[in-house]
């Protein structure tokens, strides 16, 4: 399936601590911290995160953008009569998911840095108790692609990792007990700058909550950080580029999926 052109921009979480993880992810992420009395924001070129004051742990808002007004007019007409959009200009519009996050569209306003050492915003998860409707509504209601579905012995969906560009994914979902928000990644070009930032966590006093690894699906290299509403913070590096028509990935639940290099985090 062709992919739709978006990437991700923007990532709006709530917390009832929206000022610490501000605070938290500015320090991690070498971020512009731009809190006021009433937004709480850190961010730099290519990394855009805000935090809402509601129930900690839980996903508000992502923001897409296309390159092009073409691209952008193409995905809404792709969707429209598939679900309510909610038009805020003729750049840009809303919808709603199943889990009520709200998902915005736009049009690309800047432009990707090749710096090795940058971070860009790339990817996020959640973790769902209901992963099926979930990923069908990203599948066959938004159009997103599917890169690769990860399957238990019982044969249930228990991971699934879906692109919205060649990147391998830009969204993920994880069966779990809890309807939660999972992680969100940061990419740089290259394994030379994951050592560089292991070791500005290592001089910030923050601890790594897993990693260094490689994921089997995207076959990237990451380590996470944990802030302290049980969020993870990821920078990865060379995930896997998709060619066009790819065929979908399976994969067997197992920690070697997650970590190909030893002790993964699994969500059920």
Known sequence: MQEIGARLKKLILTSNIP?????????????ENLTTKNQFVCQADQVQLEFKHGESGQLYQTDYVFNSKTAFDDYRQLIEGKIEI?????????????????????I????????????????????AIDIDA????????LGFTISDRVYNENKQ???????????????AIFKSPIN????????????????????????SEIELAWGIGRHG????TFFMIKDADGNMGEIS?????????????????????LNQWGVAIMRC
Request: glycine share 4%.
């Open 217 to 220: 699906p995207g076959n990237d």
């Open 237 to 257: 590096a060379e995930l896997e580029q998709c060619t066009p028509n790819r065929p979908v990935g399976i994969w067997k639940h197992h920690p070697l999926t």
């Open 19 to 31: 000022a610490e993880l501000a605070e938290h992810y500015a320090k991690a992420f070498q971020l």
């Open 108 to 127: 690309n306003d800047d432009s990707i840095t090749d710096d090795a050492e940058s971070l860009r915003l790339q990817h996020f998860a959640v973790r």
């Open 157 to 171: 969906l228990t991971a699934i990792f879906i692109r919205t560009d060649h990147e391998h994914h830009s969204f």
């Open 180 to 203: 939660r928000f999972d992680h969100f990644s940061c990419e740089i070009q290259d394994w030379s700058g994951m050592k560089k930032w292991a070791d500005h966590m290592a001089k």
């Open 134 to 141: 979930l990923s069908d509504f990203y599948e066959n209601t």
């Open 86 to 106: 909610n038009d805020l200009s003729t750049t840009e519009f809303t919808v709603k998911n199943p889990l009520g996050h709200i998902i915005h569209f736009s």
